[in-house]
């Protein structure tokens, strides 16, 4: 989850003023997005426990936990983000911006993995057919339990072919990038992708193009249908 600067400027009851000083001074952590400031909502808890600022209302009020893994698909497809017209030569630059906001990431962790992304064997391209592939990073790791992100990426134009040949010979258009918090979770992960892209219509709704929302909503009904 992601907040903007009045939001978090209302959650601590203090000025917008206030949370520009604490990036500056204070090294709260941050990203930005077409020109705007984002906060990653577990990195801020974070950074305000370090510092005795116990804001627990309103944004910050910490999130109804369910059991087991329950909606883990859809939240770390927002955490990675829904990306269109993206160049195929930009695409690592990408992943490494995927890397930018897992949440609650050790800053030489964060940089470890921005490298293995950047790097020319650091990435399997797992192609799963008629456009599609699934990247991954080829050697697992182990990070916090809520360190995950998935990412949507639709390509302006197709990946060379010496990165990846689809054996049904349809150029890869769409990638499904994403990062596990564990072995055991990459596992998992890469299982339920598997099956969310061969049942219901989210591979269509990808086909068509279709809206953010849209895509949230089948990537959460295809997680719901793969539990027992």
């Not at 510092?51 to 910490?62: D, E, I, N, V």
């Not at 921005?114 to 797992?126: E, H, K, P, Y």
Request: proline letters at 6%; a positive charge.
């Amino acid at each position: 989850m992601y907040l903007n600067v009045i939001q978090l400027a209302e959650s601590f009851g203090v000025a917008e003023s206030a949370i520009d000083g604490w990036i500056r001074n204070e090294g709260l952590p941050c990203v930005q997005d077409r020109g705007r400031l984002l906060f990653d909502r577990a990195q801020v808890v974070a950074w305000a426990a370090q510092r005795g600022l116990a804001a627990k209302a309103g944004f910050l009020a910490p999130p109804a936990l369910s059991s087991n893994s329950g909606g883990r698909l859809e939240r770390w497809l927002r955490t990675g983000g829904i990306w269109r017209d993206v160049p195929a030569a930009g695409v690592r630059d990408l992943f490494a911006r995927v890397v930018a906001v897992l949440p609650a990431m050790a800053p030489a962790v964060r940089q470890m993995l921005s490298q293995r992304v950047q790097a020319a064997d650091g990435i399997t391209w797992a192609s799963v057919g008629r456009g599609l592939a699934l990247p991954h990073l080829r050697s697992h790791v182990a990070l916090g339990r809520d360190a995950g992100a998935l990412a949507l990426v639709f390509l302006r134009d197709a990946l060379p072919a010496e990165v990846e040949a689809p054996a049904d010979g349809v150029p890869i258009t769409k990638l499904f990038f994403f990062i596990a918090p564990s072995p055991r979770a990459h596992l998992e992960l890469l299982a339920q992708l598997s099956m969310a892209l061969t049942r219901g219509g989210l591979r269509d709704l990808m086909t068509a193009g279709a809206a953010d929302d849209q895509i949230y909503a089948a990537v959460a009904a295809a997680e719901r249908e793969s539990k027992p």
